[in-house]
């Protein structure tokens, strides 16, 4: 299964980064993404980074938090800055099947447990 690590506590406009160990669920030419949950709240796709190495990201994270993947070391990051307490939540990165980012996440995706992110103002 998937283990992140890297949650934590900080102040806003702070940053952190989350890790992924994907292995041996990474797939280096398929979807692989992060998401999050708050208490009370749906999960939201949080970014994503397809086969071709393509990131998106929600608009509420845009231009703060940066997807990427060490294929080296099976795992996948979200590098977190400018942080709110908004971002406050759980977050999850996932595996997919498929070398293109579906509209969501599948039956067939591997989840990590989560790692919990609390950004206090």
């Known amino acids: 299964h998937l283990v992140e690590s890297g949650g934590g506590s900080v102040q806003a406009g702070g940053s952190l980064r989350l890790s992924c160990a994907a292995s041996?669920?990474?797939?280096?030419?398929?979807?692989m993404g992060w998401f999050r949950q708050a208490p009370g709240k749906e999960r939201e796709g949080v970014a994503h980074?397809?086969?071709?190495?393509?990131?998106t990201y929600a608009d509420s994270v845009k231009g703060r938090f940066t997807i990427s993947k060490d294929e080296a070391k099976d795992t996948l990051y979200l590098q977190m800055n400018s942080l709110r307490p908004e971002d406050t939540a759980k977050y999850y990165c996932?595996?997919?099947?498929?070398?293109?980012?579906?509209?969501?996440?599948?039956?067939?995706?591997?989840w990590g447990q989560g790692t919990q992110v609390t950004v206090s103002s």
């Open positions: 041996p669920y990474f797939y280096a030419r398929y979807c």
């Open positions: 980074i397809d086969g071709a190495n393509v990131a």
């Open positions: 996932t595996t997919y099947r498929s070398y293109y980012c579906p509209a969501g996440p599948t039956r067939d995706n591997n």
